[in-house]
């Protein structure tokens, strides 16, 4: 018995890029199909639950955040008959589903922006945030996360509506009624259906300041139309009316109550690290992510103890959520490794993730290794991000094309988009031979890079996940217990110790990071049983006070009652 009794605490959340997961019926893209056939994967690597991102029908403007019906299955996807498939199976091996709810905006081609643009006078048309123009211009000059304007003139009606992403993604107005409620209704669709829960997307983005204030920050042309590269203090200064609005968490409340009718402990995850969200612990949402523990040039041990101590302190009573990587960011292989070690430092960091407190949520691809994409042609790009600021580099700064090619390559998205790797064969598996994949599959799939290979290996990376998942699976201590660090000033070896006070069990977990043998002293009494050691060679621990550790290696020991 632990006390993690939830089982979105206790699950391993996997988050499955639909379009680069499985090609099921051999059209270059990811499918329902597919990613059902894949599912024994997933249970045998010891997921819990896969976080699913949109399978909605989109025009894949920004895709597939820009939704054109929320209570549909993109045609490329498969049927809804598909999806319902897809649920039951996941379900019958013991995986929850999670779906991505984009709650912020939608497509401009939804129908109900069609209605909403159609007339000022239709009754769609507050259902989306439309303002009267200023001296000429915008309403204001809030920019958009993806650079430019966030205001667009509709010249049917004269007005302008207002998007804080892309031009084609208009916010909904949640101040109405009317689209509150139809929203809501959507959320009863899915859940309705057996979905676990949703991940809420860009919900600080949910509300604007309502007088529509001017920011303050003093940008240059070329950040107004890169705000993404902007600094932290840059960045809030110049979003300070357009995210964590009043409402927000009025509307999270709402939501909950909503969820909370529904059997079976649905869970609601937030795009967003502000603990805010959490409400008193039981009226908002379950889980926000600890996006800090990620923003850094590599992982250290100063900086994870930083990041927990802050962290737990800030989160009190209310359960932690680790990631180290999504849809959004670099590759973990690639982003935290440092080319010489960097299968070694990916074991490090699935252990990590594994063994500190809280629900970890792991990335489609992470479990083999897989590596950034590298993209050489522009008509190879996918990421409307990417493109925009290929524009921008080779316009407004005159980069020579071959130039900011290369550095488009380097920053898009899609870098960690691009197919699964199921075997060596011609497009790694993920389609037939001969179909020319949504995104090129990556070169080192013929090189051990994939599941299949990974799977005959027992010290594959994959197999590794797997003991390391199935550890946490069947140790209450890394489930439930609670988290002390060891050994604070070692600036090589990451030591903690984690307590179950249901089950009196308490493990000792030690990271070496550095690649030469170190030391850690840890001071305590007694002896440990070994449950897992990368290095090999040893059952017990007979001495505690000090761990001599290998290069890179991974410790996790019982300790004697």
């Known amino acids: 018995m632990t006390t993690a009794t939830k089982w979105w605490q206790s699950a391993v959340f996997y988050q499955i890029y639909p379009r680069s997961f499985a090609d099921g019926n051999g059209d270059g893209i990811g499918d329902f199909p597919g990613i059902t056939a894949r599912l024994d994967h997933l249970r045998d690597l010891g997921i819990?639950?896969?976080?699913?991102?949109?399978?909605?029908?989109?025009?894949?403007?920004?895709?597939?955040?820009?939704?054109?019906d929320f209570d549909g299955v993109a045609p490329e996807y498969g049927t809804m008959a598909d999806f319902h498939h897809f649920l039951r199976e996941a379900h019958a091996r013991g995986i929850r589903v999670v779906l991505d709810l984009v709650l912020n905006h939608s497509?401009?081609?939804?129908?109900?922006?069609?209605?909403?643009?159609?007339?000022?006078?239709?009754?769609?048309?507050?259902?989306?945030?439309?303002?009267?123009?200023?001296?000429?211009?915008?309403?204001?000059?809030?920019?958009?996360?993806?650079?430019?304007?966030?205001?667009t003139l509709d010249p049917r009606t004269g007005q302008y509506y207002y998007h804080a992403f892309l031009k084609e993604q208009p916010d909904l107005n949640w101040r109405h009624p009317a689209l509150k409620q139809a929203m809501?209704?959507?959320?009863?669709?899915?859940?309705?259906?057996?979905?676990?829960?949703?991940?809420l997307d860009a919900i600080g983005a949910a509300f604007e300041h309502p007088d529509l204030p001017p920011h303050r920050a003093r940008l240059t042309p070329l950040q107004q139309l890169?705000?993404?590269?902007?600094?932290?203090?840059?960045?809030?200064?110049?979003?300070?009316?357009?995210?964590?609005?009043?409402?927000?968490h009025e509307l999270m409340k709402e939501l909950r109550r909503l969820v909370d009718v529904y059997p079976g402990d649905r869970v609601l995850i937030g795009e967003d690290d502000d603990v805010a969200f959490h409400g008193n612990g039981d009226d908002e949402l379950h889980l926000v992510f600890n996006f800090p523990l990620m923003r850094a040039e590599r992982l250290t041990p100063a900086h994870i103890r930083a990041n927990q101590a802050a962290r737990l302190a800030a989160l009190g009573p209310n359960w932690p959520c680790n990631t180290l990587g999504n849809h959004d960011g670099r590759r973990l292989w690639s982003r935290f490794g440092d080319g010489l070690h960097d299968a070694a430092l990916s074991r490090l960091h699935l252990a990590l993730m594994a063994t500190l407190r809280g629900t970890p949520v792991l990335y489609n691809g992470e479990e083999i290794g897989m590596t950034d994409l590298e993209l050489t042609d522009l008509a190879q790009f996918r990421d409307t991000a990417a493109l925009a600021r290929y524009r921008l580099l080779t316009t407004l700064e005159g980069l020579p094309p071959a130039q900011a090619l290369a550095s488009v390559a380097a920053t898009t998205r899609d870098r960690c988009r691009g197919p699964l790797q199921w075997s060596d064969e011609a497009n790694g598996g993920f389609c037939?031979?001969?179909?020319?994949?949504?995104?090129?599959?990556?070169?080192?799939?013929?090189?051990?890079?994939?599941?299949?290979?990974?799977?005959?290996?027992?010290?594959?990376?994959?197999?590794?996940?797997?003991?390391?998942?199935?550890?946490?699976?069947?140790?209450?201590a890394l489930l439930a217990g609670d988290y002390r660090a060891l050994d604070e000033d070692n600036e090589d070896v990451l030591a903690?110790?984690?307590?179950?006070?249901?089950?009196?069990?308490?493990?000792?977990?030690?990271?070496?990071?550095?690649?030469?043998?170190?030391?850690?002293?840890?001071?305590?009494?007694?002896?440990?049983?070994?449950?897992?050691?990368?290095?090999?060679?040893?059952?017990?621990?007979?001495?505690?006070?000090?761990?001599?550790?290998?290069?890179?290696?991974?410790?996790?020991?019982?300790?004697?009652?």
């Open 432 to 476: 037939p031979p001969g179909v020319a994949p949504w995104l090129p599959v990556n070169a080192d799939h013929a090189g051990g890079v994939n599941v299949a290979d990974q799977d005959r290996d027992p010290g594959s990376l994959l197999n590794f996940y797997r003991r390391v998942l199935a550890l946490r699976k069947a140790t209450p």
């Open 48 to 68: 819990g639950a896969i976080w699913l991102s949109p399978h909605f029908p989109s025009p894949f403007v920004d895709c597939g955040y820009d939704i054109s």
């Open 496 to 561: 903690f110790l984690r307590h179950d006070a249901a089950s009196g069990q308490t493990c000792l977990v030690a990271l070496n990071f550095a690649a030469a043998p170190r030391r850690a002293a840890v001071g305590l009494a007694g002896s440990a049983r070994v449950l897992l050691a990368s290095a090999g060679g040893r059952a017990e621990l007979g001495s505690l006070d000090a761990l001599a550790l290998a290069p890179h290696e991974v410790l996790i020991a019982e300790l004697a009652a």
């Open 226 to 248: 890169n705000p993404l590269a902007l600094s932290p203090d840059e960045w809030r200064s110049l979003m300070e009316y357009q995210q964590h609005q009043s409402g927000v």
């Open 184 to 199: 809501f209704e959507m959320v009863r669709f899915w859940l309705g259906l057996g979905v676990d829960g949703f991940r």
């Open 107 to 151: 497509s401009d081609q939804h129908p109900w922006f069609g209605e909403s643009r159609a007339s000022r006078d239709n009754p769609k048309r507050d259902w989306y945030v439309w303002r009267d123009g200023q001296g000429g211009g915008p309403p204001n000059n809030w920019i958009s996360v993806f650079g430019g304007p966030a205001w």
